[in-house]
């Protein structure tokens, strides 16, 4: 199953609204990752946050980190059209048998001019 | 430059037909996966390789191959590809797990 889900699926603004898509998971992590993919190329990491980490800053990027419940959200501020992109987190867990990173679904997001 | 670069970008193919796609990286990275990217199912995946001759299964390796004999190349070959094989394909590096990763531009393959 997915380690991560992100939420909603497809989102779409006004250009200058604020953005905020979500990311859950279901076991331990040790980081938590944040990716943009503009259509069908590689994607480009965005911003990393530790797992002891609650909030992290980047431009007009902000990433939270609820270990707790699971969950992290990526907030864009003052959306352009550029912005327009799919959006993925990843996860990262604690070494166990296997080390991967694993990957969500995705967040389609449309700023619209 | 810094960068990820797979070779070809576009393939299309015929069932059977055994396939290599290239995949080279020129940061000195440790850590090389292979994803694949499929409609509704985010990023899969394939296999990924910590080290030189260090390789390991991901989540979907059916039907793919791997090898790491030098420490910047990380190749995917597909022995007798199928149709269920058409997808869409990244190479990443990173400088160990759970860093950044750094993405090729993708190679689109189709398997009729």
């Known amino acids: 199953s997915q380690q991560g889900e992100e939420d909603p699926q497809a989102l779409s603004i006004q250009e200058g609204e604020n953005a905020t898509m979500n990311c859950s998971y279901k076991?331990?992590?040790?980081?938590l990752q944040w990716y943009r993919q503009n259509s069908g190329r590689g994607l480009v990491h965005l911003i990393l946050i530790r797992s002891n980490e609650r909030e992290k800053h980047s431009g007009r990027l902000r990433v939270t980190l609820d270990t707790s419940k699971k969950s992290s959200s990526l907030l864009i501020t003052a959306s352009r059209a550029a912005d327009t992109a799919s959006y993925f987190c990843?996860?990262?867990?604690?070494?166990?048998?296997?080390?991967?990173?694993?990957f969500g679904p995705g967040t389609s997001l449309s700023v619209i001019p | 430059e810094a960068q990820v670069t797979q070779n070809p970008r576009y393939l299309i193919t015929v069932t059977g037909k055994k396939l290599t796609v290239t995949c080279s990286q020129n940061m000195n990275h440790e850590y090389m996966s292979w994803y694949r990217q499929d409609p509704g199912l985010g990023l899969r995946q394939i296999y990924y390789?910590?080290?030189?001759?260090?390789?390991d299964k991901g989540d979907v390796p059916e039907g793919y191959k791997v090898s790491r004999k030098e420490k910047r190349n990380f190749p995917l070959i597909l022995e007798s590809p199928s149709p269920n094989q058409t997808s869409l394909y990244f190479c990443?590096?990173?400088?160990?797990?759970?860093?950044?990763?750094?993405f090729g531009p993708g190679t689109r393959l189709t398997v009729t």
């Open positions: 990443a590096s990173s400088p160990g797990l759970g860093y950044e990763q750094y």
């Open positions: 990843a996860t990262t867990r604690p070494k166990t048998s296997y080390d991967k990173v694993i």
């Open positions: 076991t331990s992590i040790n980081n």
């Open positions: 390789s910590m080290n030189v001759e260090v390789t």
